[in-house]
Nanobody, 121 residues
Framework: VQLVESGGGLVQTGGSLKLSCVAS????????MGWSRQYPGQRREVIAA???????DYAKSVQGRFTISRNTAQNTVYLQMDNLKPEDTAVYFC????????????????WGRGTQVTVSS
């Protein structure tokens, strides 16, 4: 499975961005996809997950501001990010796994290469 993210960039505080992740390859066993982010020199943070039943989970840091969605037919997952803050600046990674728990506990089976999001103050 290959994951390719897009949609990152530079935005001002309070602005919005929408990230996309297109998955390809053998998706038969993939039931969950998600997004994580990593700050320079710091650990990763799992921020959102969605399973094949459209059940979603969010980190408290993004709850109410970010929305994850999925187009199963197109093997695409999205992350709509609103009311962005400077502390959201990070590299955002798309992830895929067999189960949503694997996303949420930060051991997905597959990772994208990441896309940079920078929020200026």
């Amino acid at each position: 499975v290959q994951l390719v993210e897009s949609g990152g960039g530079l935005v001002q505080t309070g602005g919005s961005l929408k990230l996309s992740c297109v998955a390809s390859g053998n998706m038969f066993a993939i039931n969950a996809m998600g997004w994580s982010r990593q700050y320079p020199g710091q650990r990763r943070e799992v921020i959102a997950a969605i399973d094949s039943g459209a059940t979603t989970d969010y980190a408290k840091s993004v709850q109410g501001r970010f929305t994850i969605s999925r187009n199963t037919a197109q093997n695409t997952v999205y992350l709509q990010m609103d009311n962005l803050k400077p502390e959201d600046t990070a590299v955002y990674f798309c992830t895929a796994a067999f189960f949503r728990d694997e996303i949420e506990y930060d051991y997905p089976h597959y990772w994208g290469r990441g896309t940079q999001v920078t929020v200026s103050s």
